[in-house]
């Protein structure tokens, strides 16, 4: 299966629902004016289509094996990891003076998008470096960023992100790991992490690996936890690397998807202790790693699109060639193709219009994160800032759900050929399925947007973002156009659910906190639907403006409309009566 | 992962939802009165215990491999069918004539849910042969009876059915094997038959294939096409399987799920031809082979509530001895069982819900074709025959789809371990994923349920089923407890939309084909949520007479209503309003 790095659709979100153009005219985003933003999505999509889509079939078969202590990746992963290198992609979003692009986040929204859709274990790699490169950007002293923010950034060295214990997942104030201070200011680190990502590998010299340990005489809880570095290789004094750290992967997981990407139990400290590095304060450990976090949640919400995206362009194509039955328009010889079957074309509308509406969610926060760095005026940075904190976990969810309902359609498609795994379809699916639980589950996102982000401001953060889908309904009514159908109907009506769900959650956070919980995750599925909803609407209205052959994003906007967004009245009544009969489950799941 | 038999559930489901209490009052099923189904299922529970589920994994591990041209399956799969034999499983609903022990259907899918959460991939050989043995039975020769019906009712020799070729899958009429008279009566068969379930395995003496092919005579398309029946080895004169016949196996596939059951390449006549005999007329084979595949949906949709029930009773243990985090309602010390955070009991309970309602589903349809040879009066024969027609759709694809997101939500409830091969949840998330699309695809199901069901009896077969509905929501509301909710008026609300969507299909069968076409999957999704609500909450009442030990049933029911149902008004507006926008969907799929 070939990929096909899709620039236009791409372009056409950046621009239209999360606001290049308007970011261009506003001076926001002058670095990606006159064509710019094109000419890097143009590099990025070649690299994904001729150097990761190649390679990802053979690492979801060979996987990545221990040999030795080591980690091998599949073969043909370390010649792509150079040219990664080569292509200078690691430093996109990087700080200047570390030798990245400092270009702005939605543009790297696209791009890893791409990237990821054509290979989503390999790109795991980077994904862990650009989390370490803020980190460290942003909390480590100046030695330690002179010392390795530069080569992080150039990708020769890579990074990880150390949090999870076997009796510590969602929970970080159960962590053990333990931080002894040395006389000459370093640390020691012991203890064993699980799942991490890349702990180890072939692909880069060096791996610095970001660790949350507790010292000895930390408070208990999360308020105890501090941040490390501590590298693969220790570092001699020309600051190459050199002696190996008392760090190793220890064990390799069997897991269902992402084969390509080693998932290690790391062991700190078999000896005399990992030699480590404070970043940030003592005990202020998880404000740090939460920049790591917030970020990944977005690019996590980004695998979602991506794998949403492959699986329907490999569903298209499949439909497209597979002939059964005869499909009533069809006027051809012998059967027809089945794309051109009512239901299996709406199986591939339903891929494709989620794909685009999980899409413009994540470049609308992208877009966010940028406008709260770069926007002229304080105030339209806070709340662009807050705008990124509300729509985050929405993206991070949202977007991921998508992505398992999308790539397992994408088998449906398939027929039997789909459950066979030479067909590739499958893989999509497997590699998808991480994606909702890992950088905090879905459940967990739509706890934080309900208990954490709809109190923004007082709830204005949350009125804002109402207000803005509510204009674009409005401007949708205008556009008198039978092609629309019932779209802005629908919009209405969904918009009117998420304003009655959002009421009912802030009502309920002060008087019954656990109603709010229990409708947290409906709740977060209805604020997507309304805001991709929207945001696919908003792309209507500009492709009225070009012409008829933009005439697909109203068809998708449409279908979105009236065949997706009519889950909110549903969903809104879930939220608001459901709660009582979550609470009361204890004799039904007692068996 | 241990498997226990939830025999309780599944006897309420039967006796209150499926109407069992009723068929022993009407004496139609005077063989289960007396506790005689209690005993059944505890034998077979206990065999699923202790036979099936302890191989399930190792099944998924090893997969069965091909050697020197023949199939050896995982290893203990041997030894486990020996004991199927030993235990006279396979001849439950078989013939007594045949000897088989001819119980009632409504037994058999309640077992038969059992082994397949058990093991699904080992219980594949005995539902192949089942379906063989209706075949034979209902069109075979009384030779062919004879000499191969009490060796499949045995499990002696196993059998398969073989529909699919490369360019004929949903689309049989495509189909080319190829069968030659010959002059003693018998036929010769040359050809390739893909996807065949246990084509090849060495657990049973003898294959006994049932093989569509083309006579050279035969007109085109569907009506040209014949039923065969070719064993693997042919019968010396006493009976005996003696001289292999020129069939084999040619290839495994390699699958998502299912890796214990082994998936064929068959090659018929390599040499001078296959010998085979028809099965039925000539020409007619189509007809013998839907007797096979009727039963083989509803026992597929048996597959959706088996491994959903799996994956539930799994994620409930998890989730109770899983600590992380705090929840607001707990008291002991330190850290709470996750299964208390409303976010997971949301999670949990929409699994055990959805389960149920299934399995309320598949049984009902299991009782009508019951009903349909067992009821006195001859209407009521053709009525419930009627009856098993309309449900048997929903039965497959409802409940497969709900096999598929309940076996996901399992993996979602174990966080990160669900990822890990060795958790086991992901096996059940790849085991089930194939039900959706083998013996017709839901789409098909769903084209069925709609052009062909609904017009049964000029509409008045769906219409005593919605007006069975009613009654039972009549029924609901007329008890006034305060622990059922809102359920009467969710359940009405999803009745009226039920009602609502099919009278538009009714009339746009009539009009627009085209747009019920493309309404058909929403339209079965809403059928069955208004069936199993309502079924749901039959159960309610029966619960609530028998007391407060029986509250759980009411909790599910209402819990059911209130978070799943809520769809409903949604799924009516996709079916009445939703076509056009699938219609149109040729520029959006061009990309």
Redesign the interface.
Known sequence: MTY?A?QNDILFAMSHAAGLDRGIAQGIYADLADGFAATILDQAGTFAEDVLAPINRQGDLSGSRLENGGVVTAPGWREAYAKWIEGGWAGLTAPQEAGGMALPHLLDAACLEMWTSANMAFMLCPLLSSGAILALDRHGSDDLKRIYLPKIVSGEWSATMNL?EPQA???LS?LRTRAERQSDGSYRLFGQK??ITYGDHDMAENIVHLVLARLPDAPPGTRGISLFLAPKFLLDDNGTPGKANDVRCHSL?????IHGSPTCTMIYGDKDGAVAYLVGEENRGLACMFTMMNNARLSVGLQGVALAEMAT?KA?EYANERR??RA??FSGQG?SPI?Q?????????TM??STMAARTICYMTAEAIDRSHRAEDETARRQAGERASLLTPVAKAFSTDIG?EVT?LG??VH??M?????TGA?QF??DA??A???EG????Q??DLVQRKLPLSGGDTVAREIADMRETIAQVSQVNDA?F??MSA?LAETVDSLQTATRYMLEALGKA??DA??G???YLRLFGLARGGTALARMTLAAKQIGSDQ??HI??A??FA??MC??????E??VT?????????E?????
Do not use: C, W
């Open positions: 096909r899709p999870t997942g969602s929970d159960a699980i799942f997981e069997h897991k269902l998807g362009q298209i059964q039955g009533s328009g059967m794309a079957h009512p239901d299996v074309r709406r199986m591939l509308m494709k219009a398992n397992s088998v449906q027929g039997g789909g459950f066979i795994e030479e499958a699916m497997r399925r991480i909702t639980i890992y589950t879905n459940g967990i739509a706890i092609s159908g019932h629908r906190p656990d919980l229990a947290a995750v409906p005439q697909a068809d998708i449409r279908f009236e065949n009519i889950a909110a009245r549903g969903l009544l879930s009566e459901g709660a009582a009969s979550v609470h009361t489950a004799k039904a799941l007692a068996s």
